[in-house]
């Protein structure tokens, strides 16, 4: 496991939560017997303060969790960082302990968690509204729509759940990451694939490719054509867009990285020295 990668456990520690949570609406949709009542229901339900509640404290748990993961990350490349550096990162993470100058990007980042979890119940909704009024205009009746339903919303919910724990556990990451390296004054990251056959093509493109957080790349533009490769997603970091398991690697030092390197600059990538990069990173 490499020190930056989030370990699978925290996406299925979430999606164990999630999926919990949704046998519970699952329960509570089985007991009613009208597909029109059932949507109402869900859309009434997400709008309790319990659940709201639930919520909010379902995402604070997830990004605790991999806060703690990031931050032994750090702690091991103050470690790794030799002595001067060290005492920056050191120096840094105490600030930030003193002052809660990471408190705003911590917090803003578990709301934007909880908002996509409090949405799940109203989207869901919304989609078995569609699927009603489509079977409508074929003809049946709303009322024998019930079993339909019930399976219609275990598909729906299981993908979009799904979605949610392995989009929201590698953006977290890469939020935290990017929100403390900035504090420390650490512009550039390489970005870092999970190196098996899932990675898409675009992304596969971008790997060990040194990145400003400043101006992150737009990986569909960048890659050559591929079967995978047909819709640019815009500019995004390593861990940012849905169903991503990359990940960003912050450059404490450039001394410990292997020249030559690829590096993105200018809506481009191209390989430079270490003299080339430094040179770069100066005017950056």
């Not at 953006?171 to 898409?200: I, P």
């Not at 450039?254 to 600059?265: E, G, I, N, T």
Request: proline share 5%; charged share 25%; hydrophobic share 40%.
């Amino acid at each position: 496991m490499k020190s930056w990668q989030i370990p699978n456990r925290y996406f299925h520690m979430y999606l164990r939560a999630l999926r919990a949570m949704n046998r519970v609406i699952i329960s509570m949709l089985s007991l009613i017997p009208n597909p029109q009542s059932a949507v109402r229901a869900l859309r009434r339900y997400a709008e309790r303060a319990p659940f709201r509640a639930y919520c909010d404290a379902l995402a604070r748990n997830m990004v605790v969790n991999i806060n703690k993961r990031v931050y032994a990350s750090w702690r091991e490349a103050a470690r790794n960082a030799g002595r001067g550096k060290a005492g920056i990162i050191y120096a840094g993470i105490m600030q930030e302990l003193e002052t809660g100058s990471y408190s705003d990007a911590f917090y803003n980042i578990i709301a934007e968690n909880a908002h996509y979890i409090k949405s799940l119940p109203l989207d869901l909704a919304q989609d078995l509204t569609d699927f009603i009024q489509g079977k409508t205009l074929e003809g049946r009746r709303a009322s024998s729509l019930t079993e339909e339903l019930m399976q219609k919303y275990k598909e729906l919910s299981e993908s979009r759940i799904n979605l949610i724990a392995r989009t929201e556990v590698s953006k977290t990451q890469t939020a935290l990451t990017r929100a403390r390296a900035e504090n420390l004054g650490l512009e550039w990251y390489v970005w870092r694939t999970s190196e098996d056959q899932r990675v898409r093509s675009s992304h596969e493109h971008m790997s060990d490719v040194l990145i400003r957080w400043g101006d992150p790349p737009n990986p569909e533009a960048l890659a050559p054509a591929a079967p995978d490769n047909r819709e640019s997603h815009g500019s995004y970091h390593a861990g940012e867009i849905f169903n991503c398991r990359c990940y960003p690697e912050p450059v404490v030092s450039a001394d410990f990285l292997s020249f030559p390197m690829k590096v993105y600059q200018n809506g481009g990538i191209r390989s430079m020295t270490k003299a080339q990069f430094e040179r770069v990173a100066e005017r950056s």
